[in-house]
């Protein structure tokens, strides 16, 4: 694909970046699954299993877009993590420092979603620019949620 004026990335770049993260997230929301701990176990436990859940929907939804648009999405551990703006886990983190970390993760995937749609609706590729916006509004709501959940 192209580079246009609007964006320095192309929207195979993007969309590949979106895919490692998501990918990076999906291993990384496992982890929390298995290893919170503490008084929030039972209602974490079963949010992170929703949200891995999620994560490999939209690996997949993302995937199959960039290979419809000619494109070759990342599918190893190594393109993931060389990729993606998400970090692992750490395996210490505690119940509180989880939601946190997820919470940053989805604010910065959220904002990297902006440029995507810019680019996909300045392309007159709707149907990627609809995708990402769900993607995005779906973000939204989680960081809603999350944040109430730790009472902000």
Same mark, same amino acid.
């Given at each position: 694909?192209?580079?246009?004026?609007?964006?320095?990335?192309?929207?195979?770049?993007?969309?590949?970046?979106?895919?490692?993260?998501?990918?990076?997230?999906?291993?990384?929301?496992?982890?929390?699954?298995?290893?919170?701990?503490?008084? +929030?176990?039972?209602?974490?436990?079963?949010? /992170?299993?929703? $949200?891995?859940?999620? =994560?490999?929907?939209?690996? &997949?939804?993302? %995937?199959?877009?960039?290979?419809?648009?000619?494109? +070759?999405?990342?599918?190893?551990?190594?393109? /993931?993590?060389? $990729?993606?703006?998400? =970090?692992?886990?750490?395996? &210490?983190?505690? %119940?509180?420092?989880?939601?946190?970390?997820?919470?940053?993760?989805?604010?910065?995937?959220?904002?990297?979603?902006?440029?995507?749609?810019?680019?996909?609706?300045?392309?007159?590729?709707?149907?990627?620019?609809?995708?990402?916006?769900?993607?995005?509004?779906?973000?939204?709501?989680?960081?809603?949620?999350?944040?109430?959940?730790?009472?902000?």
């Amino acid at each position: 694909m192209a580079r246009t004026k609007t964006s320095a990335r192309t929207l195979s770049e993007i969309l590949n970046a979106q895919v490692a993260n998501w990918a990076v997230l999906y291993f990384k929301l496992h982890s929390y699954h298995w290893y919170v701990k503490g008084d +929030k176990f039972f209602e974490l436990h079963e949010k /992170f299993e929703q $949200l891995y859940n999620e =994560a490999a929907e939209h690996i &997949d939804v993302l %995937a199959e877009r960039l290979l419809a648009l000619q494109g +070759k999405p990342a599918s190893t551990m190594r393109d /993931f993590l060389k $990729l993606a703006s998400v =970090a692992e886990a750490s395996g &210490d983190e505690t %119940a509180d420092q989880m939601v946190e970390a997820i919470l940053r993760d989805f604010a910065a995937m959220k904002e990297e979603l902006k440029e995507g749609i810019r680019l996909a609706e300045s392309q007159n590729d709707t149907s990627t620019a609809d995708m990402l916006t769900d993607i995005r509004t779906s973000l939204e709501k989680h960081i809603w949620m999350l944040s109430a959940y730790l009472g902000r």
